[in-house]
């Protein structure tokens, strides 16, 4: 069975973004703005997924529905998440995750945009 490349997908992402909308997005940019995610100097808020939903700065709203800034808000104070603290897998980091946006899709994104190097996964750059 054939290996899959995820990294040759990842840097072919720009590109297709420039050729689809006619523009590029500077997912490097976001990524940097999420690093104290990353890092544990925050926790994750409302405002943090909205970013990432933002038509000026990515495609996604296009797929994928943005959950409402201020209910999310309100859940992530009741259920703060920190990103970089992980147990285990990560599994358990995940499943909260789904659990306060009730979507796969939304947790995927995030999950994207802030760890680099949790739930062992390694992005060469």
Excluded at 42 to 67: H, M, N, S
Excluded at 98 to 105: E, K, M, P, Q, T
């Amino acid at each position: 069975m054939a290996s899959f490349d995820l990294k040759s997908y990842l840097d072919r992402f720009p590109e297709v973004c420039a050729r689809k909308f006619t523009r590029r997005f500077d997912f490097a940019k976001l990524e940097k703005e999420f690093e104290p995610l990353r890092t544990g100097g925050r926790r994750l808020t409302g405002r943090d997924v909205a970013k990432i939903f933002d038509k000026d700065r990515t495609p996604f709203a296009r797929y994928w529905q943005p959950p409402e800034t201020k209910v999310l808000e309100i859940e992530l104070a009741k259920q703060p998440i920190i990103m970089n603290t992980l147990a285990g897998d990560g599994r358990e980091l995940v499943e909260r995750l789904i659990h306060v946006f009730r979507s796969l899709g939304t947790t995927s994104l995030v999950l994207r945009m802030v760890p680099r190097f949790t739930l062992g996964i390694v992005h060469a750059d």
